[in-house]
């Protein structure tokens, strides 16, 4: 008896039109565009900057996209995940939200916080939902709207970060050789005091004080985060690629979450494998945390071929981190590149 496995059959983005570049970002805060491109390799970020959209306006356009690049009847949908660290409201859920908007009758929806690990988690729960063989069809997105909590006169954190969004349509196959193969994922709960929002949650709820003293907005130890992103990042690829018999020789693509141009280069370093095998959009999107992956398989979509080995990987506050292998599943060589 064949086993069932989950496969992508389709990807979609979103980004917004507003470009917020280095040279721009320093009449802001001092910082520069050497500063910034030394640090993290960060030459320009995309902006929601128009009043009254967030996290779900990006989501359903992603969503939008991968349904009608794969044709898929949105009635035969069964279940959309949406991770974000950046929901539109409390509750009710951003996916709830994005649900209706696209008009998908006949599935459930919820939300996926893992912070910048979210797209990651989120994957392997529809994997898994697909191969118990109650479920067909699950869109998966990663969005952020990253500059809702980003402070811009903290020149330390202002330059990191971008908004956007990605989906994936998963399915089930039983076709051989192809689809989610594994997945290695580990929490450290000792993040906390070096990336997080102070105020905002049931801690500490929203007041005059927490707004008069800047407590909304996202706060980073960069060096902590820096050591521990590049340390579980490599260990998580090499325990991956070692468990699946995956080498230089055979891994085609690495797809690394988009925090730092020197995490990325350490991780490649490791696997032993050329930057040109290394999926990278950091310069022109940025960070957008739970977007970063699904965005540079968006963007590198016609680059991949069926049968090629993706390992994918993230860190995230938490912290949370991980790495997935999966068997690419079609051709992405008809598909057009998304403009930049």
């Known amino acids: 008896m064949s086993k069932t496995r989950a496969i992508i059959t389709g990807v979609g983005g979103y980004v917004p039109d507003y470009v917020l570049n280095n040279e721009e970002l320093s009449r802001m805060v001092e910082t520069n565009d050497e500063w910034i491109m030394t640090r993290v390799g960060i030459k320009e970020r995309r902006i929601l900057s128009e009043e009254g959209l967030g996290t779900s306006y990006m989501a359903r356009k992603a969503a939008k996209m991968v349904v009608k690049k794969t044709g898929v009847d949105p009635d035969t949908i069964d279940?959309?995940?949406?991770?974000?660290?950046?929901?539109?409201?409390?509750?009710?859920?951003?996916?709830?939200?994005v649900l209706g908007k696209l008009g998908l009758k006949n599935a459930f929806a919820f939300d996926f916080w893992g912070a910048c690990c979210g797209f990651l988690y989120a994957l392997d729960n529809a994997a898994c939902m697909i191969e118990s063989g109650r479920y067909k069809r699950i869109i998966v997105i990663g969005a952020d709207k990253m500059s809702s909590?980003?402070?811009?006169?903290?020149?330390?954190?202002?330059?990191l970060f971008g908004d956007g969004a990605a989906a994936v349509l998963v399915e089930a196959t039983e076709e051989e050789g192809v689809g989610y193969?594994?997945?290695?994922?580990?929490?450290d709960g000792k993040g906390l005091p070096f990336l997080h929002m102070k105020a905002g949650g049931s801690v500490c709820p929203p007041s005059h004080f927490t707004v008069d003293h800047r407590?909304?907005?996202?706060?980073?130890?960069?060096?902590?985060?820096?050591?521990?992103?590049?340390?579980?990042?490599?260990?998580?690829?090499?325990?991956?690629?070692?468990?699946?018999?995956l080498t230089k020789d055979n891994i085609t693509w690495v797809v690394p979450h988009?925090?730092?141009?020197?995490?990325i280069e350490a991780v490649a370093k490791r696997?032993?494998?050329?930057?040109?095998?290394?999926?990278?959009?950091?310069?022109?999107?940025?960070?957008?945390?739970?977007?970063?992956?699904?965005?540079?398989?968006?963007?590198?979509?016609?680059?991949?071929?069926?049968?090629?080995?993706?390992?994918?990987?993230?860190?995230?506050?938490?912290?949370?981190?991980?790495?997935?292998?999966?068997?690419w599943a079609y051709d992405g060589s008809s598909v057009t590149a998304p403009k930049k």
């Not at 929901?87 to 939200?97: E, L, M, V």
């Not at 909590?149 to 330059?159: E, G, I, Q």
């Open 149 to 159: 909590m980003v402070d811009y006169t903290d020149r330390a954190t202002c330059p």
């Open 215 to 245: 407590l909304h907005f996202l706060y980073q130890e960069g060096r902590t985060v820096f050591r521990y992103a590049v340390t579980n990042m490599s260990d998580d690829c090499a325990l991956i690629a070692e468990r699946n018999g």
């Open 79 to 97: 279940a959309l995940i949406l991770s974000t660290s950046s929901a539109d409201y409390q509750f009710p859920s951003t996916a709830s939200i």
């Open 271 to 327: 696997l032993e494998l050329p930057m040109e095998q290394v999926m990278v959009n950091i310069e022109h999107f940025g960070n957008t945390s739970a977007a970063t992956i699904p965005l540079a398989l968006w963007e590198y979509e016609n680059r991949l071929k069926k049968g090629d080995n993706l390992i994918l990987t993230a860190f995230g506050a938490g912290f949370v981190h991980g790495a997935s292998y999966l068997k």
């Open 181 to 187: 193969m594994d997945s290695h994922f580990r929490t």
């Open 258 to 263: 988009q925090a730092n141009m020197r995490i």
